[in-house]
């Protein structure tokens, strides 16, 4: 049995804007910033890169930047979700031909399919390009929710390799460990839970946070791998704030706050987000002073 295809501490990156385009030199630096902190990874255009609201070129140049800027150093992961299966296709397909190590693909949102519609939904996927695919759970967003069971019937097509899984439950990665067979990738979508995650077999997060707090995420990672169970609490402890304050507002918005007061992009978000309100600023500002984030 091989090890996971994807681990570690994957970014979900923010799309930086600026007077309403894609801020190109701060999307660089910001992906220069995590390499330099030793993430394992990246996703662009994930729920956290605003995929909701940009257009399809923008989508295509923000994969496409982020893959040219890493150039083989860490993994890319590209969002490539929909509520159609045929536009995710076709957004898995770019993400290969760009040369993305993989594809997140989120359940499909608003009409809310049986689970055989989901199944047969990431089957087609899986079917139409060889590219690593992970699936994305995420119900409090899409309002459908990914059984266990599909998961299992869904684990076995040779291109899915694994599940981002945002729903706080860890005794689902439990009952992956025994129910699915062969190796399959589990990684969390929850930053606050993450740390119980790990201890339930999981292999690494895609987090908000380590957009902010990157060298601290990987930092708690690296304890866990080493058996460190006590720093890895203590770094959990300072963290734990930021995980809590980063979703006190429509996110990313709090997240590119928090970057912008370190100089590293701007606050803009796209309608219907709105900027992070002022009285849950400071909060932000403590918990970014908590977690030890100059």
């Not at 662009?44 to 940009?54: N, Y």
């Not at 759970?137 to 694994?162: E, F, Q, Y």
């Not at 709090?254 to 370190?262: E, R, V």
Request: hydrophobic share 45%; net charge negative.
């Amino acid at each position: 049995m091989t090890g996971p295809t994807f681990k570690g501490v994957i970014t979900a990156l923010i799309t930086p804007l600026r007077d309403g385009n894609v801020d190109d030199d701060a999307l660089k630096a910001l992906v220069e910033r995590q390499i330099a902190a030793g993430v394992h990874g990246v996703v662009p255009m994930g729920t956290t890169g605003e995929s909701a609201t940009l257009t399809a070129e923008e989508h295509a140049h923000v994969v496409e930047s982020v893959v040219s800027t890493v150039a083989g150093r860490i993994r890319v992961i590209a969002g490539a979700g929909s509520s159609s299966t045929d536009v995710a296709i076709d957004k898995v397909r770019h993400a290969k031909t760009v040369g993305a190590d993989g594809a997140l693909v989120v359940t499909p949102y608003y009409n809310r399919p049986s689970q055989e519609g989901l199944a047969l939904h990431f089957e087609a996927i899986a079917e139409a390009v060889q590219l690593p695919v992970l699936l994305y759970n995420v119900p409090g967003r899409t309002g459908v929710d990914l059984s266990n069971d599909t998961v299992a019937r869904l684990a076995k097509h040779p291109n899915i390799v694994g599940i981002k899984d945002a729903t706080a439950d860890l005794a689902r990665a439990s009952w992956m460990r025994t129910h699915v067979d062969g190796r399959f990738d589990l990684i969390s979508g929850d930053d606050p839970s993450f740390l119980g995650y790990l201890a339930h077999g999981g292999h690494g997060v895609i987090s908000v946070t380590s957009n902010v707090a990157p060298e601290a995420m990987v930092a708690l990672y690296d304890a866990v791998q080493a058996g460190d169970l006590e720093s890895a609490r203590l770094w959990q402890d300072r963290l734990i704030d930021l995980h809590k304050a980063l979703f006190m507002d429509n996110s990313p918005a709090p997240t590119k706050y928090a970057l912008a007061s370190l100089g590293l992009c701007g606050e803009e978000v796209r309608l219907p987000l709105a900027p992070t309100a002022d009285a849950v600023k400071p909060a932000i500002d403590r918990a970014m002073k908590a977690a030890g984030v100059q």
